[in-house]
């Protein structure tokens, strides 16, 4: 394993922003190991990536964002891995903290500024939460942040299977039953034209924590 760590990002049509994104994560160190996963993208998303040096892998057609970083962690060599979204939602200069608390912990959550995020999405946030911290027994703050941080190992051992918007939800779950050591480090986001979650992506994701809940007693 190398010493340094690798930045996950995960992208779908983000010609227009990833370019900013890795230049924020170049800007903090020349050193870390970008790799972008394009997930069937109808763009430029991997020539920008390309272009700009980074590992890139192209899907043929849209998977997921579970099966993106998933195949990005299988592609990584290094023992810390960030995971960052492509549309500038989250500032890479915060990525060392996230990255930093993987000394004491296997999982690294970012939890987001609840003022910073739109009102119409605070309450589909705090749903999610409500049902996985029942479903987890935990006290998690942000329970769908992307912007997260893992040990490879232990990312591995959790088996995770789920491709789409229940990718962060099952992180969690499979972490607390496993033991797993999990920090959340508070981050700052921006909400530029992000169309939020749609509704039957949010329905599925309320289900598969609903099935983990009756799982759990």
Do not use: H
């Not at 999990?182 to 598969?208: H, I, N, W």
């Amino acid at each position: 394993m190398e010493k340094t760590l690798s930045v996950v990002i995960p992208a779908r049509n983000e010609g227009e922003k990833i370019g900013k994104v890795i230049e924020g994560i170049r800007a903090v160190s020349k050193e870390y190991r970008i790799i972008v996963v394009d997930d069937g993208s109808e763009d430029n998303t991997s020539e920008v990536a390309k272009s700009l040096g980074c590992e890139t892998y192209r899907l043929g057609k849209n998977m997921g964002k579970g099966f993106a970083c998933r195949l990005g962690v299988e592609k990584s060599r290094t023992e810390r891995i960030v995971f960052i979204d492509a549309d500038m939602q989250f500032y890479p200069e915060e990525i060392p903290r996230l990255a930093g608390r993987l000394e004491e912990c296997e999982i690294v959550i970012g939890t987001r500024i609840t003022k910073q995020i739109p009102i119409q999405r605070r309450f589909s946030n705090w749903f999610a939460r409500t049902l996985l911290n029942s479903a987890a027994k935990s006290k998690y703050k942000d329970v769908l942040c992307g912007f997260r941080a893992a040990r490879k190992e232990s990312f591995q051992k959790l088996g995770l299977e789920r491709n789409r918007y229940e990718f962060e939800a099952e992180m969690l779950i499979k972490a607390g039953r496993k033991g797993m050591r999990v920090c959340e480090v508070p981050v700052k986001v921006r909400y530029l034209d992000y169309p939020g979650m749609p509704l039957t992506q949010s329905l599925k994701l309320a289900f598969y924590i609903i099935r983990q809940r009756l799982k759990s007693k």
